[in-house]
DNA sequence: AGATGTCCCTGGAAGC
DNA sequence: TGCTTCCAGGGACATC
């Protein structure tokens, strides 16, 4: 599912693509998460400006107005000079100079949501309570261990609510903790300086060697041009319930937190 | 303010 | 083989 190396790999393939391109028409397919904000001929002449994220939000900044895209747990996005005709799952093309961009969502999580600003209300209410960009200057361990100190529940549910650091889902949150050797059920506000310190380590490192190796394939991830990331060859814990762990050979465990999988070694992760 | 549970959706896997 | 049930999960929202 997308996580935020997934949606980075994903701006990085449409961004170069897109910026300077002018919309001609957007379709729309089956109602996604939200709706879109705006007529969809209300788009139609604008340029793309850029192609930023927050979070696991593609902000496609217009020179009038953002369109703001998330592709929830089963969105892809796809960028051609000539696609194939929509099919069942493909819920809304942006025509423009430059080709189409389809957002593909068989599980219609995702959305598409238009703003005049990114300070209006509606952006604000999705961005605002959003945590640090891991992989920006701004996360770093002192500032982590700090925001720590007041949760109350396990590590693993508080890295998933994002308002602390963003963009770590269940594969790179359950991946992250068995880099730090730290048990998923460890209360975020008990981890000493030192395992906050190995976990914000583990965090960037293991986003972005998936950056790097063009995300996770699991759940069906390609990026705009249709090519598979090459991380879930690299998992250490996720999905491997009942397998041996690659370092020490003890079956990984799951345990469920908060209406989620969590998956780890016994052995490797009593942090 | 923080914690917890519910809901949205549908393809694929598992169970009968 | 064909049905039903369960499961995956991001994140807004309601409730305590």
């Known amino acids: 599912m ?9 701006r990085r393939s449409i961004a170069p693509h897109l910026v300077g391109a002018q919309i001609a028409a957007v379709h729309l ?18 340029c793309v400006r850029e192609v930023n994220r927050r979070g696991k939000y593609l902000l496609i900044e217009l020179d009038a107005g953002v369109l703001m895209l998330h592709l929830g747990m089963s969105g892809s996005l796809q960028l051609a000079a000539q696609l194939a005709p ?4 493909d819920h809304f093309d942006l025509l423009t100079s430059h080709g189409t961009l389809r957002l593909h969502d068989p599980r219609r999580f ?18 605002d309570h959003l945590g640090v960009e ?19 529940s396990s590590i693993k549910q508080v890295l998933l609510a994002g308002d602390i650091v963003v963009g770590v889902g269940n594969i790179y949150a359950c ?13 975020a ?14 965090i960037v490192t293991v986003l972005q060697r998936a950056i790097d190796v063009g995300g996770s394939t699991l759940r069906n991830f390609s990026n705009a041009q249709g090519q598979s990331g090459h991380f879930q ?17 003890t079956p990984i465990q799951t345990l469920r937190q908060g209406q989620r999988s969590s998956f780890f070694c016994p052995r490797c992760q009593r942090g």
């Not at 929509?86 to 799952?89: A, G, V």
């Not at 891991?134 to 109350?152: C, D, I, K």
């Open 175 to 187: 991946e992250a903790l068995f880099m730090a050797g730290i048990h998923p059920s460890a209360l």
């Open 233 to 249: 060859q690299e998992v250490m814990v996720y999905a491997r319930a009942g397998q041996p762990c690659r370092v020490c050979q």
């Open 86 to 89: 929509r099919s069942t799952h």
């Open 189 to 202: 506000h008990a981890l000493t300086r030192q395992q906050v310190k190995r976990l914000h380590a583990s």
């Open 110 to 127: 995702g959305a598409v949501v238009y703003v005049d600003t990114l300070q209006e209300p509606r952006a604000r209410k999705l961005l």
């Open 2 to 10: 997308p996580e935020l190396p997934e949606v980075e790999t994903t």
């Open 134 to 152: 891991p992989l920006q200057a701004g996360f770093e361990p002192a500032g982590f261990h700090r925001a720590l100190q007041h949760r109350r």
């Open 29 to 46: 397919g089956k109602p996604l998460r939200w709706p879109l904000g705006c007529a969809p001929e209300h788009l139609v002449g604008r």
